[in-house]
């Protein structure tokens, strides 16, 4: 099976200086990529000048996650690719459990490794853990991480698991069925757009997988404070998920949804983050303006309603005998 691996950098030199060796080294299975954003900081002239073996893909400008990897994917021939952040560091052997799944799985879609924090290895890290879910008003969580509350990884999720979503930190795709989907939708710009694109996957009965026998280690920044823009994304996008993919009762859960988010701006004000909590408000906005052409895109999907497997993920995270741990 041909594998690509593709790199989204934009102004990521550093990073590329730092975790890139460990990928050529580690990867002798694939092709390495770097797609690049429209760097300004000398990226492209570092990949040109000390790996004459990686392929580079240039592009003019910065499209964001979505946009650059649609872009750059088009000018990738391979059966598989996996689309790997510039700040993951991955050791040797950890291709070959996530090709042998999908030489023997045709079903399987989309699957990532397990995801580690680089710097707490024996903790999984924010962006993925072990494969995430979403509950019945698109909150997304992870096995292994539920909100802000992370797991040490003690083995609980050692088994290949189906999941909802797969992490854009690391995530497998076969190249066919990223091409026949029209890549991600680059009206969620970044974050989101990989649990879009799963769900249209789970649309077509195809599956996605967590593969426990290969774990990359995240560099990330998912657990630190929140930054407006980072809300904004995150409400705004969940939002353009809802009214996307609904099975059905799409008007009623997308306003049980909006409820909860006034609490959530309640919140914010009571602990005096107001940059937060005007991204919140400012997210409706923007969903507002683009209800048409999201709704437009909706997926008829009807026969496949069974998307979550927690019914309020809030209520269950805050009940205190829950313990803020969901394992699936």
């Not at 989204?8 to 890139?20: A, E, I, S, T």
């Not at 300004?40 to 990897?69: H, M, R, T």
Request: hydrophobic content about 40%; some cysteine.
């Amino acid at each position: 099976m041909k594998l690509a691996i593709a790199i989204l950098n934009w102004n990521g030199k550093k990073l590329l200086q730092r975790f890139l060796p460990s990928v050529i080294q580690n990867s002798p299975e694939a092709n390495v990529f770097i797609i690049d954003n429209g760097s300004n900081d000398g990226s492209q002239n570092y990949i040109k000048q000390n790996y004459p073996e990686v392929d580079l893909i240039q592009l003019d400008s910065n499209f964001g996650f979505a946009g650059g990897y649609n872009r750059g994917l088009k000018k990738i021939n391979a059966e598989l690719v996996c689309l790997l952040n510039n700040d993951v560091m991955v050791k040797e052997k950890w291709l070959p459990p996530i090709l042998y799944h999908f030489k023997v799985n045709p079903n399987t879609a989309i699957a990532q490794p397990h995801i580690m924090n680089l710097n707490r290895p024996e903790y999984f890290e924010y962006a993925g853990a072990a494969g995430g879910f979403i509950d019945r008003l698109g909150y997304p969580y992870c096995n292994g991480r539920v909100f802000h509350h992370i797991e040490k990884d003690n083995g609980q999720y050692d088994q290949d698991k189906k999941v909802f979503w797969a992490s854009g930190a690391c995530f497998f795709i076969r190249k066919a069925k990223f091409d026949a989907l029209g890549g991600f939708d680059e009206d969620f710009y970044v974050h989101m757009e990989e649990i879009d694109l799963c769900w249209r996957i789970f649309n077509q009965n195809l599956e996605v997988y967590s593969l426990y026998k290969s774990k990359v280690y995240h560099l990330g920044g998912g657990t630190l404070a929140l930054s407006g823009k980072k809300t904004y994304l995150n409400f705004r996008n969940s939002l353009y998920l809802l009214l996307k993919n609904l099975p059905e009762k799409r008007f009623l859960r997308i306003t049980e949804r909006m409820i909860w988010d006034i609490f959530v701006i309640f919140l914010f004000l009571l602990k005096l983050e107001f940059k937060n909590a005007l991204a919140v408000l400012n997210a409706h906005f923007s969903f507002y303006r683009n209800f048409n052409k999201l709704a437009s895109k909706k997926v008829n999907n009807h026969s496949l309603r069974s998307y979550y497997s927690v019914k309020f993920l809030p209520i269950r995270y805050l009940f205190p005998k829950k313990k803020k741990i969901l394992r699936l």
